[in-house]
């Protein structure tokens, strides 16, 4: 198998043996982003210069014998993430030159642990989107069929991963923008807790809901690069002081005794039968492993979306209010004076999408709507998390299905914002209560495209969610099926 | 019902400091509505006695030492700005 196609554990195990090194690595790696990033359009900008001193600079740290987690590793990074020198754009024409004095805290963590950064990847608009279509930059494909979209916002991260233009990648997740791609591309992604992974130089869409984790080809990939980015960042206030475990130390404890909540209300109209199917079976798989199946209810999840239609354009309008075109980002060259300066950057600078979330929110926040919106919304959002701190009680992990339905055809669902926001209605609930998700590959529909099972925990509970998701790998042994199905379906050779 | 006139989307646009042309108004209204119409569902949520929940961070204030540490140096913090003179930011004249 080529060296881009492993995961990298895989790769490690044959840098540790001296059968590979970094710059083979990451040459594979720029080989296949050289045949196939036409095709998919994953990145928006690609760091090679830059990757291929990191790549000799891991080279000559494993000839000392210093090897770090992430050592030689090739990972891409969603371009919502503050790099230092290299633009950080947010798929937006706003930020289209913007260039970061600075390094997100998980990147620093991801140099420090001798990752090589391969590019940057696209993404909806300030991630506000389902499908990658709104990024200024243009659309992502999904690598498992170049006519439909790859999930969003993390499209470009989740395409990268899958096409193997990369051997990994972090995201960020404010409404299932890490998993329903990550789905959509038959890879794995992980929210985080909120809190659990620091948000300093993640450019904010909802502040509340927002959180950066991993897009990796299987769930040991996803417990090495939470061992790197989780963690306590004095810069940043909302992040958490719990201890971190050892990830990697729940990958092999299978789901004996492990009580699985299935939620009935995520199994209902809606989600296409497929979906259902393969769902269903994947429990059955759980089951037949030794999992005790624990039928639960959350009796709020019909309100997520609507909640979520309100709280997360009320925090993104004034997040993006900074957009003034005075300190960094586009300026429209024809303002009359500073208020007209400030409109004609701001009309100019954002898309479609973005303008909308913006008016929803500045809208539900004004004075006369901010009670019935606003207040009711956050009342209901605490009705959702007491329903889950409720099902916890009663089970160690909730399943579900990722995303309802498999990746739809591109423009499909661009000029009816509801539908496309009704793709995010399995993922949201999380962001909402700020527990943690993951979601692994749990077979393909008939016309090939892959499906997501998603795992739910409470605050802080990662382990398990690493510990179910890489039960359900090795017992339905995805890992083979979806290399075979690669090798004999994947439209880039 | 229309929840929001073509006017009052006009007039939240102003507030966000944003302008639509005539095409986007139209089309914005009517999408605002869809999505304002959906939210509607909220209101048969028994929310009584429900502190509102704003955030999922569970800790107070997070507090810090109060010590300098270095910041950016002026040249590196206007490299960004679309137009800067000396140590400064420029706009357009704001006092006439």
New interface residues.
Partial sequence: MELHALTIHELQDKLRAGETTAADILASVCRRIDAVEDKVHAYITLTREAAELQAAAADAAIRRGEMEALTGMPIALKDILCTRGVPTTCGSRILA???P??DATVVEKLRAAGAVLVGKTNLDEFAMGSSTETSYFGATRNPWDLDRIPGGSSGGSAAAVAADECVAALGSDTGGSIRQPAALCGVVGMKPT??RVSRFGLVAFAS??DQVGPLTKDVEDAAILMNVIAGHD?RE?????VEVPDYRSFLNRGVAGLRIGVPREYFLAGIDPEVRVAVEAALGVLEAGGARLVEISLP?T??C???Y??VAPAEA?SNL?RY????????APE??????????S??AG?G?EV??R???G??VL?SGYYEA?Y?????????I?RDFDQAFTRCDVIATPTSPTAAFRIGERIDD??KMYLSDILTISAN???IPGITVPCGFTAGGLPMGLQFLAG?FQEGLLIQAGAAYETLAATGPLIARRKRERMPLD | MAR?TRE??AH?????????REE?LDK?TS??N???L??D???S?D?AG??????????G??F?EDVTTPS?APG??L?????SRGEF?R????IE
């Fill in positions: 030159d913007f260039v004095p600075y909120y809190g509340s809901l004095p206030a909302t992040s958490a002081t709020h019909e309100y979306l609507a909640v239609c309100i309008c209010a003034d075109g005075v300190r960094y980002g586009f300026r303002g009359r004076d500073l208020l007209d300066m400030y409109k004609q701001r009309s954002f479609a303008k909308r913006i008016v929803i500045t809208y004004s919106y207040k009711q919304a956050s009342r209901v959002r605490a009705l998390r914002p509801l909402l209560a700020g605050a | 929001i009052e989307v939240v646009a102003h507030l966000a400091r944003l302008t639509f986007e914005f999408q605002l869809d999505i304002l959906y939210m569902k909220l209101n949520a929310t429900v502190a509102p929940m704003t955030h999922a961070a569970v800790r204030n997070a810090r950016l590196e913090s490299a960004n700005a679309p137009d930011f706009v357009p004249k704001v």
